[in-house]
């Protein structure tokens, strides 16, 4: 089993910036790829950037030149940089995991940018 725990959402201003991060437990072998969503009421889940172990990096259209996912192989974590937030940006941003034993969620944190 793995454990995901995320941290540092909150509330920022318009044009701030937040750091969330996500570190897993558990028994892991190997890690396919590590990436963060993000979820409004009423909508689906919608992906935000993902690191695969390959080195590729994908970033949704809307977020890119502002956010940056990185991550810590040493702790199994992974990060997202937020910079120059903007209030479409409010979601509550989930990480997700694919390892080799299956796929694994956080608990999601809220974000939330005011104008």
């Known amino acids: 089993q793995v454990q995901l725990v995320e941290s540092g959402g909150g509330s920022v201003q318009q044009g701030g910036s937040l750091r969330l991060s996500c570190e897993a437990s558990?028994?892991?072998?190997?890690?396919?790829?590590m990436g963060w969503y993000r979820q409004t009421p009423g909508t689906q889940r919608d992906l935000v950037a993902t690191t695969l172990n390959s080195g590729d990096i994908e970033y949704a259209d809307s977020v890119k030149g502002r956010f940056t996912i990185s991550k810590a192989n040493a702790t199994n974590t992974v990060y997202l940089q937020m910079n120059s937030l903007k209030p479409e940006d409010t979601a509550v941003y989930y990480c997700r995991y694919t390892v080799d034993s299956g796929v694994y969620w956080g608990q999601g944190t809220q974000v939330t940018v005011s104008s």
């Open positions: 558990g028994s892991i072998n190997h890690i396919y790829a």
